[in-house]
């Protein structure tokens, strides 16, 4: 079972910044894509960003130009850096990998970190 372990969430002011890290000590971390989402209470979980072992990025409109997905393979780490949040983007944000497997895809969830944008 590949484990995930995620960081950086907090409170933060209207227009402030955050930096969301999700870790694996998986040594197979660069065949992955990385998806972040995240979820409010009563909803489903939306997706935020994703990129893809080639490093191509897609983002939902509402985080387009504010939000910023990387990833480090060396460190087995991907990142979310957040600018410019908003009260709407109060949420417990969760990293997911993911990767075909025969016919289907291997999938892994991070336990999720709270992010409060709160003046």
């Known amino acids: 079972q590949v484990q995930l372990v995620e960081s950086g969430g907090g409170s933060v002011q209207p227009g402030g910044s955050l930096r969301l890290s999700c870790a694996t000590s998986d040594r197979a971390f660069s065949t992955y894509s990385v998806m972040w989402y995240r979820q409010t209470t009563g909803d489903g979980r939306e997706m935020v960003a994703k990129?893809?072992?080639?490093?191509?990025?897609t983002y939902t409109d509402f985080v387009k130009g504010r939000f910023t997905i990387s990833r480090d393979n060396a460190k087995k780490t991907a990142y979310l850096q957040m600018n410019f949040l908003k009260p709407e983007d109060t949420a417990v944000y969760y990293c997911?990998?993911?990767?075909?497997?025969?016919?289907?895809?291997?999938?892994?969830w991070g336990q999720g970190t709270q992010v409060t944008v709160s003046s």
């Open positions: 990129i893809s072992t080639g490093d191509r990025r």
């Open positions: 997911k990998l993911e990767r075909p497997a025969g016919i289907g895809v291997v999938t892994y």
